[in-house]
């Protein structure tokens, strides 16, 4: 029986994006630590032509079909113990049920990290249509759990998210780059209306907050943000050196997508670097409120705390320091998610 196999020696199919910059890419390299025999299928190179907001948006293409072949031709020639599907909606049943055909004990599951039932589902309608075909599915969100259940899903399991030790670390600045990326307070992360909505409470009451994301040029509030507006985006040592630049790192909730956590959640302080993130139940329950992380939960209390831990800063770096250490502690790496994820799928 598989109960009794060892991770190493798994053969594992994992399929996701391999674009180095994303956080797929880092948990497939976490799961080349697990197991010694990891075949990777790169959904990026199928999505990447004229047609790729099509297939993005309504999961049919030619490079969809074209990866569905692929993922047959694989499980086909050499039928691995797991297929693991990393947040990708574009398996077809036809390809599913081929698995199956294949070798029944292929385990096939899925981590989705968005939320397929969200604001912006309907990028997920395939999954949709096939969950109840995969072996184990893993959510980011409680909520989402009985939504599956409700359709005839046989496993889903809540899988928080997580950081990759190697890439998300403390990293002390020279002169020049703390000149660049110091910041009193900061944010890293895309445009929404309540994060806008926050920001530019601080800023009206004369707290600068430094931001770095996507799709905040000409949104709601963009004149009041516009002089403390970075960029775009960072990636690899830029996006590092943001995080590790900022005295007070602001952590807002996704509520498009109904989070309760996120990457951030993990990011922020295995970076090192003291968290002020907006309360939820999964949030208290990872660091603890005023000794490993700070949550606030109005425009008012995010104001007072941002106040009082700009004027207190041995407190704030000793919220840092137990907050990096929770994050050692407590298996929230890839690699230690990642085992929790292997055995359940073995043992269902």
Known sequence: MMFFVRIEDLKILYIGSLNSNSNSFRRYKALTQLSNNVIALDTE?????????IQYHFNIGPGIFRMNNKIRFIAKNETPDIILVDNKPYLFS????????????????????????????????????????????????????????????KKVELCLRSYD?????????????????GTKVGFIGSYEDVRASYIAHLI???????????????????????????????????FIKTIC????????????????QDSRTFEL????????????????????DGKEAVYFDTMDDLLNKVKYYLSNPLER???????????????????DRLIQVINTIINS
């Open 317 to 335: 770096i000793q919220i840092a320091a137990a907050g990096y250490n929770r994050c050692i502690t407590s298996g929230y790496s890839h690699k």
């Open 45 to 53: 190179p199928f999505l990447n032509n004229s047609f790729k907001k």
């Open 245 to 260: 630049g900022m005295d007070i790192a602001l952590h807002f909730l996704r509520h498009a997508n109904r989070d309760e």
């Open 94 to 153: 036809s390809t599913l049920k081929f698995i199956k055909a294949t070798d029944a004990k292929i385990k096939i599951a899925n981590i989705v990290t968005d939320d397929p039932f969200g604001l912006y589902g309907r990028s997920w309608y395939i999954f949709r249509k096939t969950a109840k075909l995969y072996d184990v599915i893993f959510v980011q969100r409680e909520v989402n759990i009985d939504e599956l259940k409700s359709m005839g899903v």
């Open 165 to 181: 030790p190697d890439f998300n670390k403390p990293e002390i600045l020279n002169k020049d780059d703390k000149e660049k990326y």
């Open 269 to 288: 302080p295995s970076s090192g670097t003291f968290m002020l993130a907006e309360k939820s139940k999964i949030h208290l329950s990872l660091f603890e």
């Open 204 to 238: 009206n009451n004369g707290i600068p907050v430094s931001v770095t994301g996507a799709g905040w040029e000409n949104a709601k509030y963009w004149e009041i943000i516009k002089p403390y507006y970075r960029a775009p985006f960072a990636y690899g040592d830029e």
